[in-house]
């Protein structure tokens, strides 16, 4: 069976998409056939963290209305064949479609594909119960900041209230420096809050933004960031592989020491 | 909120404004006789903030979830409607719910043509009812407190639990939440939301958690806010009104406190 995953936050700018992105791809590069569906009408941008902008010739609007088939609105990834993105439309608001289509397009997806991920936009109006409405599981993504957590706390509880009850955490822009100064929440912090598994913590890390700007998923690049480890790890735990959680906190001269032993000890059997 | 008991921490009492002003419409379970009835909050009682659908649903979903204890698997639930207009779709909605908590949804009490009409078509039994002559009218002044309402569940950001009496908590009450109780409100978890206890005015009623760390609490007409600076050991404690403020003290401390008579009496002879 198909898993339907909503990736999605409350707060607005805390890596949704990027998540969505990167996880789409590593899952995608594992093997699996992904769909990665952008929610967000009338704000996407899923289609620029992929770099297939300009693939696009049709979206979700027109297959529910019946202007073209859903495989034509697909874009499939040149640079990996398993990962298609169905756009949002752009000119349209977020009352453009209903839960019940959400649920049929996605419904239509599990055919061909072995994971959906939704990228749900920010909020929790009509956008955030269209997102939500097909999924049967979802990833909260939170930074440590108070604020952020106090929304991913509210959706966690309108999920629990949508029978959406498997839930996983991904904490996003950790800084560990500013955590050992009491500077900014901890994973503990969040953690004792948000109450749900903990998938993965993804540092803050300029080489995000650059792949963002760039449609790259980090999860391509040649030499890994501790970023990019950090999503394929996210990735392997939600498979249920038991992967130990990186170690940000050690200095950053010891990085490429740190990977190196992490893929030495990923490369055996 | 101190480990150190001595000290009251507590903030000058303030009085209030009154947090009635625009009470979020609350669904409510109440047991009664071996059935259940389920109270929607009416469409016309607080025009600022009436419920929508949403909200109901949502509403109903935590306390399902919540595993409320009042019932056996298939007690029969009544619901009661009162004068919110629901159509068939909506009514199996609330009945599929309950079937999934194994209660069973018998009959559907309404003001309304509308609805009454949809719960038949759904195939529901249904009584109209007059407006006014609501069956078991809930939160008329001056009556005993409600039985205790007592829920398994993390309080999250966004949640308000109202109840004309006292308030259990299994779990954590987290901050962006509220509960706001008749009677007392005991919380067998962390406690960081805004909590009120004695809402109707009764300065005796108590605030218990096994880790104090509110964003605010208020006792009747008093309120107190933690300390700024977090203690650094937390241990279960009670908040209760002593000498027109609001004190916290070590539970392990509390009912010695009690056991001693009052420093000042007129506080035990109020009411
Ligand atoms: N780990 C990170 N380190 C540094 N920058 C990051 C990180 N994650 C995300 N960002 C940046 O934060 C910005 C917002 O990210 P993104 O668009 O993924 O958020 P979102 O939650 O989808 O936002 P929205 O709510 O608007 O849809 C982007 O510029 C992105 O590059
Ligand atoms: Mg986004």
Redesign the interface.
């Known amino acids: 069976m198909s898993r339907i995953l909503v990736v999605t936050s409350g707060k607005g700018g805390v890596g949704k998409t990027t998540t969505t992105a990167n996880l789409g791809m590593a899952l995608a590069q594992r093997g699996h056939k992904v769909a990665v569906v952008d929610a967000d009408f009338g704000l996407r941008n899923l289609d620029l963290l992929l770099g297939l902008e300009n693939r696009i010739v049709y979206t979700a609007v027109e297959v529910l209305a019946g202007e073209c088939r859903l495989d034509q609105a697909l874009v499939r990834d040149k640079r990996q064949p398993n990962l298609a993105l169905l756009p949002a439309a752009q000119n349209r608001t977020k009352d453009a479609v209903t839960p019940e289509q959400m649920k049929k397009l996605v419904g239509a997806l599990t055919k061909a594909f072995h994971y959906i991920l939704i990228d749900c936009p920010a909020g929790i109006e009509m956008g955030f119960q269209n997102a939500i409405s097909p999924a049967r599981e979802a990833i909260i993504v939170t930074t440590p900041e ?1 604020a952020a957590v ?2 991913a ?2 959706v ?3 999920l ?4 959406v009850k498997r839930m996983y955490l991904v904490i996003n822009r950790l800084k560990p420096a500013m955590v050992e100064q009491d500077m900014m929440m901890s994973v503990k912090d969040v953690q ?2 948000l ?1 749900i598994p903990l998938l993965g913590v993804v540092p803050d890390d300029e080489r995000v933004i650059v792949s963002t700007n760039r449609g790259e998923p980090l999860v391509l690049s040649e030499n890994p960031s501790l970023a990019a480890v950090a999503f394929s790890n996210i990735v392997r735990r939600l498979e249920g592989e038991k992967v130990p959680f990186l170690d940000l906190t050690a200095p950053q001269d010891d990085l490429f020491s740190r990977l190196r032993r992490l893929f030495r000890g990923r490369s055996k059997p | 909120m101190t480990s150190d008991s001595s000290l009251p921490a507590a903030i000058p009492s303030i009085v209030q404004p009154a947090p009635e002003v625009s009470p979020v419409p609350q669904v409510r379970f109440k047991g009664e006789s071996g059935r259940l009835l389920l109270l929607l909050p009416s469409e016309t009682e607080v025009v600022s903030s009436a419920a929508t659908w949403t909200d109901i649903w949502q509403q109903l979903k935590q306390r399902l979830n919540a595993g409320e204890r009042f019932w056996q698997p298939n007690t029969p639930v009544h619901l009661i409607a009162r004068d919110r207009l629901l159509d068939g779709r909506q009514l199996q909605s609330i009945a599929d719910a309950l079937t999934e908590a194994q209660l069973q949804l018998k009959r559907v009490y309404t003001s309304r043509r509308q609805t009454a009409v949809a719960a038949a078509t759904t195939g529901l039994s249904v009584e109209q009812q007059s407006p006014v002559a609501h069956l078991n009218q809930p939160e008329e002044s001056g009556q005993a407190l409600a039985e205790p309402l007592y829920i398994q569940t993390t309080v999250r950001s966004g949640m308000e639990v109202r109840h004309p009496g006292t308030v259990i908590i299994l779990g954590d009450v987290n901050p962006g939440s509220t509960i706001i109780a008749d009677g007392d409100v005991l919380v067998w978890g962390m406690l960081r939301g805004v909590v009120q206890a004695g809402a109707a005015g009764n300065t005796r009623c108590v605030i218990m958690a096994l880790r104090m760390e509110p964003t605010q609490l208020r006792i009747a007409d008093f309120v107190a806010r933690a300390p700024e600076a977090p203690p650094n050991l937390y241990q279960p404690e009670v908040a209760y009104v002593i000498s027109d403020s609001i004190r916290i003290i070590r539970a392990a401390d509390f009912s010695k406190e009690r056991l001693l008579p009052p420093v000042s009496s007129d506080i035990e002879a109020e009411e």
Not at chain 1, 160 to 163: F, K, M, P, Q, R
């Open positions: 108070v106090r929304d706390d509210r966690v509880g309108l629990e209230a949508n029978d004792e809050i109450a």
